[in-house]
Nanobody, 124 residues
Framework: VQLQASGGGLVQAGASLRLSCAAS????????MGWFRQAPGKEREFVGA????????YYADSVKGRFTISRDNVKNTVYLQMNSLKPEDAAVYYC??????????????????WGQGTQVTVSS
């Protein structure tokens, strides 16, 4: 499975941004999809994930209520809608796929495939 993340950019605090992650080369609907982020000098951290069916989502406390994950199993794409962005949300964002995994999987080693990352910068 190949994952291609896109949609990052520079925004002001309080703005919104939507990231996309397009999958190819596998049966997309068999994968739970997660989003992670990594800021300079920090470990990669879990942001949120969505079940393979799209029926369930799970978020880190730091983004709960501001970020929303959705997926389109026809377009083989998962989305991360980010609202009310804060400077501390700035990071490289990665999408990841877990074969028949759980949306509650928060550890990086639970995911089988990773996208290349897209940079999100939030100015204060």
């Amino acid at each position: 499975v190949q994952l291609q993340a896109s949609g990052g950019g520079l925004v002001q605090a309080g703005a919104s941004l939507r990231l996309s992650c397009a999958a190819s080369g596998g049966t997309f609907s068999r994968y739970a999809m997660g989003w992670f982020r990594q800021a300079p000098g920090k470990e990669r951290e879990f942001v949120g994930a969505i079940s393979w069916s799209g029926g369930a989502t799970y978020y880190a406390d730091s983004v709960k209520g501001r970020f929303t994950i959705s997926r389109d199993n026809v377009k083989n794409t998962v989305y991360l809608q980010m609202n009310s962005l804060k400077p501390e949300d700035a990071a490289v964002y990665y999408c990841a796929a877990s074969f028949y995994g759980s949306e509650t999987a928060t550890r990086t080693n639970a995911y089988d495939y990773w996208g290349q990352g897209t940079q999100v910068t939030v100015s204060s």
